[in-house]
């Protein structure tokens, strides 16, 4: 069997929800955590396709782009949907998430303390509402997955409200039951339960 490692900080940001599905999926992969206050690590940036983080190997193939990877590894897991238009459909829901991702780089970027305070209030006080909203109703009209079932999508999700947790210390889902919901499910899932428990936490 190819020998699986991923690379990615020792962060949650655009690795955890490969690291999820692949220890939901039983995978046994490297868990290469680089340390951003180490970074750039000239001799490992230079040897990524396009200098960032994530990326995937198995055997002697590597992959980059976290959605690259983690729909590839979710489709082995059978997470994603065979049927072209469901899988569209998650494509959709996944893209959503990145959308917010786009919103919060300018606050993790800012380095004055007061218009970072800014760039928070904003996104808590207008963005997450704006997105979150729609993904409670999705979740509400299809039994509390966005694809009637679980798929990489809640993995995505969910993994995305642990990073604005950590990064703004909220907990956005507590307004948004059937998120909250969700959260809760892809936290107690075998194995992924297991590797929660053994992971260190995570700091800004
Ligand atoms: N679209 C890419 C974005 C990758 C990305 O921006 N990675 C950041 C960490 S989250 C990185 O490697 N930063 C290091 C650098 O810029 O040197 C993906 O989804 O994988």
Redesign the pocket.
Known sequence: MATKKLH??D?N???EAIRYILHYAGEKFEDIRYDRKS??IKNV?DS?P?????LYEEGNRSL??????ARYVARKANLVPTDPWEEAVLDAVVYSV?DI?GHLIPYIKETDPVKKQEIKKKMMDETIDYFFSRFEKELKKNGGYFGGKLTWADFILVTFVEAVNLFFDTEIERNYPAVKALVQKIQSLPRVKDYIATRKPYTV
């Open positions: 990615y900080f962060v940001g655009l690795g970074w750039p940036k990524l396009f200098g960032l983080l994530p980059h782009q976290s959605l690259a990877i990145y991702w």
